[in-house]
């Protein structure tokens, strides 16, 4: 069957680059996937443009065991029921603890704007916890992790 009309978004925020790299894995499984995904930073984007988009994955650093600040300022903006109908997913980038936290604070907030099913979100450790020392890198198994929910957005294992 075609895929008529299903197309991703992937909305991140990112201060050492972690959960930038992190969204353009999600992207990368989507794609495999046969989805086409826009990759856009959170500060770049209006709420309006999420219209567009049948399929959405946001991603926030763990900021204090929550997706930072700007990006719960994004998603409180965002009109009630405007993510009514969107397969939506959720991930961080943490750098020893809380990710699952975020994880589950990212939840509260789609299924506050409606978002229909919620793809299992993922955490994954890069970084340094509270400093803006880059730290290590993303995980070579947790980059298939994140590859993972893009296929798994899709609708596809
Ligand atoms: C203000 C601030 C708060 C943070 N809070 C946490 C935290 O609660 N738990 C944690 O494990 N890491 C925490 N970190 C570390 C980041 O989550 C981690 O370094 C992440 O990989 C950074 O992602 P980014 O490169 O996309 O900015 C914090 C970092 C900053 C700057």
Known sequence: MKKRGKNALVLFFSKTGHTKRA???VAAG????GISATVKGFADTDPSELEQFSLLAMGSPTHGGKPAKKVRGFMKSLPKKSLKGKRVAAFT???RVRGNHTIGVFKKLLKKKGAKAIVPGVAVKAGS?????KGPDIREEDLG???ALGRAL???K
């Open 23 to 25: 969204a353009e894995e």
């Open 30 to 33: 989507l794609e495999s996937a």
């Open 93 to 95: 980038s943490y750098g």
């Open 154 to 156: 899709a609708g596809k």
């Open 145 to 147: 992790r994140l590859s």
């Open 129 to 133: 916890p509270l400093s803006l020392w």
